[in-house]
């Protein structure tokens, strides 16, 4: 089952804006990561953040970890079309192996 | 990071076949996985596979249905058995490399439809 929830759903926005994804999830987890994936294609790897660190910067992206709150926000600044794609947040639960995802957000950038 | 390829990229299949998908990793990776991916829908994992030994299956799947070899620790294959259009969705092959700790690569997925 999905360990994750992801909020919007979607996202629609112009180009130039900054676009912020939600994650929640349910248990304790060891690290969480970001994956972008193009319609119908493989899952690009974004950003990694562990359980002990709370905000990490690459490029536009920005990740944010509240494990208090069991939630991660990922924001794009100065979004472009190119960004346009399906969003996922993904949880390494704590004593395990397996990584769950999330329900994803879709992202739709307006040129 | 590791670079993960899959063949077939794609294929058409006939209900109550079987296919076999398998997966390349460039680098010997600790973990390796198998999720699939439904139409307009997020990830589930299917199973771990086990190098050696029998994989770890997920609640819902079974291994008469998916079948997982890990023969080496660059090497899997995932088999979809008695396909029926249900089965239709991408296959996607997840390396890590070492540890609880550390990143999660996939492989560009196989697309599966069943006719």
């Known amino acids: 089952s999905q360990q994750g929830e992801e909020d919007p759903q979607a996202l629609s926005i112009q180009e130039g804006e900054n676009a912020t994804m939600n994650c929640s999830y349910k248990?304790?987890?060891?690290?969480l990561q970001w994956y972008r994936q193009n319609s119908g294609r493989g899952l690009v790897h974004l950003i990694l953040?562990?359980?002990?660190?709370r905000e990490k910067h690459s490029g536009r992206l920005r990740v944010t970890l509240d494990t208090s709150k069991k939630s991660s926000s990922l924001l794009i600044t100065a979004s472009r079309a190119a960004d346009t794609a399906s969003y996922f947040c993904?949880?390494?639960?704590?004593?395990?192996?397996?990584?769950?995802f999330g329900a994803g957000t879709r992202l739709f950038v307006k040129a | 990071s590791a670079v993960i390829s899959q063949k077939p990229s794609k294929d058409i299949c006939q209900r109550g076949t079987s296919l076999t998908i398998q997966c390349q990793v460039d680098?010997?990776?600790?973990?390796m996985f198998w999720y699939r991916q439904q139409p307009g829908q997020s990830l589930t994992l299917i199973a771990t596979?086990?190098?050696?030994?029998?994989?770890?299956?997920e609640s819902g799947f079974v291994i008469d249905k998916f079948p997982i070899s890990r023969p080496n620790l660059t090497f899997s294959t995932l088999t979809v058995s008695n396909m029926s259009p249900e089965d239709s969705s991408i296959y996607l092959c997840?390396?890590?490399?070492?540890?609880?700790?550390?990143?999660?690569?996939f492989g560009p997925g196989t697309r599966l439809t069943v006719l």
């Open positions: 997840s390396a890590r490399t070492s540890g609880r700790g550390d990143e999660q690569f």
């Open positions: 953040i562990r359980s002990n660190e």
């Open positions: 596979a086990n190098q050696g030994s029998e994989a770890t299956y």
């Open positions: 680098s010997q990776v600790t973990m």
């Open positions: 248990t304790s987890i060891n690290n």
């Open positions: 993904a949880t390494a639960l704590t004593g395990g192996f397996k990584t769950i």
